[in-house]
């Protein structure tokens, strides 16, 4: 019979040595996997435009030839592509530290939901308004950026990553829609018809969903950006800074591992179609959409056209 040696379990000291180990090392890996998407994104990156929106060149709007104009709505176009997507892919992390709740209103809205319901957050971001949904009901997000998204499951959030305009959920199914900040980077009217047709086949007749988007006009009393549109298409800037990555989630700065994927602040346009009053409103009156939605409020809240709208029929 072979003799057993003895082994002695591992103190507490090395254990936390030992998970501190292993934090480091996630935490360098999630700093190689962002220089690999930089390198991929490196479009979005663009030496126009400082601190302050830009009217977009049209050749990134329409394309040398406008080809792209007369393309079905499920096409993205490459501005969408490029200066959307591969910008949120970019600045994932440094978007969720200025992004934390919902806006005042927005909760309003999901707490006037019966108890229960079930909520889509189509164009979710970082998940900013998913805890407030938990309050009510149960929250299913969804981004077209994987960052984001990333920042979401970190979150233990239930996501998925989607484009808003072909949402890979069955029609008839929840009972209250949010599509918060998404509406502003699509760039075309046809596909801002698509995307409104989307979000209202995914619900229940009788549920309702709450669209925000970004108001050409920016009152300096109501708006907290600060924005000056020249025009309604426009590239506005996002500055990244270098930051760190923090390996547990608090702790001492010590616990934080320098993330030198962007030792230099990168401004990033982000592509945005700003609306004027009552352009938002006015989708609704499509053909496709005018006999089984139905507008019941539209308003201003804080920079951005809202609407509040019920489906009350089938497409």
């Not at 999630?30 to 979005?44: F, P, W």
């Not at 993205?76 to 892919?89: A, F, L, S």
């Not at 189509?122 to 309050?135: A, Q, R, T």
């Not at 229940?204 to 000056?228: I, P």
Request: charged residues 30%; proline residues 4%; aromatic residues 10%.
């Amino acid at each position: 019979m072979e003799n057993l040696q003895d082994t002695k379990a591992p103190t507490k000291k090395q254990l936390n040595k030992e998970r501190k180990k292993q934090r480091k090392k996630e935490a360098k890996e999630i700093a190689r996997r962002e220089r690999e998407r930089n390198e991929r994104n490196k479009s979005a990156l663009v030496v126009f435009g400082g601190r302050k929106s830009v009217p977009i060149p049209p050749e990134l709007l329409y394309g040398e030839k406008g080809e792209w104009i007369k393309a079905e709505p499920e096409f993205r176009p490459t501005v969408e592509q490029e200066h959307v997507m591969n910008v949120y892919d970019s600045v994932a992390r440094s978007w969720n530290s200025t992004r934390y709740k919902a806006w005042p209103k927005v909760a309003e809205f999901i707490e006037a939901q019966p108890s229960g319901s079930l909520f889509a957050d189509v164009g979710c971001g970082n998940g900013k308004n998913i805890p407030s949904c938990y309050s009510k009901g149960f929250a299913i997000g969804s981004d077209f950026s994987v960052g984001l998204i990333n920042v979401c499951r970190e979150k233990v959030f239930e996501v998925n990553v989607s484009d808003a305009l072909r949402i890979p959920y069955r029609s008839n199914c929840f009972d209250a829609v949010l599509s918060i900040a998404v509406l502003h980077h699509i760039s075309s009217e046809s596909r801002r018809i698509k995307l409104l047709a989307e979000n209202m086949r995914i619900l229940k007749k009788g549920g309702c969903a709450l669209f925000y988007a970004w108001a050409y006009e920016q009152h300096d009393d109501k708006s907290k950006s600060g924005h000056k549109f020249k025009q309604q298409d426009v590239l506005v800037p996002f500055h990244r800074k270098p930051k760190f990555i923090q390996e547990n989630g608090g702790g001492s700065s010590e616990d934080k591992v320098e993330d030198h994927s962007d030792d230099s602040a990168h401004v990033y346009q982000r592509y945005c179609h700003v609306y004027r009053k009552g352009e938002l409103e006015s989708l609704f009156l499509h053909q496709s959409l005018k006999h089984w939605v139905a507008v019941e409020a539209s308003y201003y809240d804080t920079g951005n056209w809202c609407i509040l709208a019920r489906k009350h029929g089938c497409p």
